[in-house]
T-cell receptor
Framework: DSGVTQTPKHLITATGQRVTLRCSPR?????VYWYQQSLDQGLQFLIQ???????AKGNILERFSAQQFPDLHSELNLSSLELGDSALYFCASSVATQETQYFGPGTRLLVL | AQSVTQPDIHITVSEGASLELRCNYS??????LFWYVQSPGQGLQLLLKYFSGDTLVQGIKGFEAEFKRSQSSFNLRKPSVHWSDAAEYFC??????????????FGTGTKLQVIP
């Protein structure tokens, strides 16, 4: 158990819908990262937050957004969902911005 | 731009045999290197990491990896594989800047099958 929690574990929704994925980092970790893992794209970095501020953006679509709250938990919002958004979404956390990232168990999203 | 290549998509080894998973990276400066393992339906677990210092790194579950700058490689090894090692293994490289930005790039993964 990495100490990073993600909810929900599974999510099934329809195209065009909006969902919110939640992540609680390890105790003491200030940095949160979001990743998408799909069969065709592999594991891709989406976005990073540090202590509430966005620090880096990767291959994140404009339909997706994220934020980190004062209690350091983070949410990834996915809107206007498409079939291709079906994937495993991982959250990771680290103490600072250049430390080892510890991954949560992931949220499996299925868009029908 | 940084990149990671794991040339072997799928490897099969017999239980008790030795294992080496290959990883080659491309990065301008000294990289931060990682190996993660992912069991089916699970998240990623860190096996080991290299930031600096001794180029032979020991990790959990009996794994080790050697950083070879001249070959831009960070191969993962285990002297004797157990059936429970069957999983997918990801090599990753990370960058860091003074502004605190860390971008991690993962390889495509190597699936390990262990046969009796």
């Amino acid at each position: 158990d990495s100490g990073v929690t993600q909810t929900p574990k599974h999510l099934i929704t329809a195209t065009g819908q909006r969902v919110t994925l939640r992540c609680s980092p390890r105790s003491g970790d200030l940095s949160v990262y979001w990743y998408q893992q799909s069969l065709d794209q592999g594991l891709q970095f989406l976005i990073q937050y540090y202590n509430g501020e966005e620090r880096a953006k990767g291959n994140i679509l404009e339909r997706f957004s994220a934020q980190q709250f004062p209690d350091l938990h983070s949410e990834l919002n996915l809107s206007s969902l498409e079939l291709g958004d079906s994937a495993l979404y991982f959250c990771a956390s680290s103490v600072a911005t250049q430390e080892t990232q510890y991954f949560g168990p992931g949220t499996r999203l299925l868009v029908l | 731009a940084q990149s990671v290549t794991q040339p072997d998509i799928h490897i099969t080894v017999s239980e008790g045999a030795s294992l080496e998973l290959r990883c080659n990276y491309s990065y301008g400066a000294t990289p931060y290197l990682f190996w993660y393992v992912q069991s089916p339906g699970q998240g990623l677990q860190l096996l080991l990491k290299y930031f600096s210092g001794d180029t032979l790194v020991q990790g959990i579950k009996g794994f080790e990896a050697e950083f070879k700058r001249s070959q831009s490689s960070f191969n993962l090894r285990k002297p004797s594989v157990h059936w429970s090692d069957a999983a997918e293994y990801f090599c990753a490289v990370a960058s860091g800047r003074s502004g605190g930005y860390q971008k991690v790039t993962f390889g495509t993964g190597t699936k390990l099958q262990v046969i009796p």
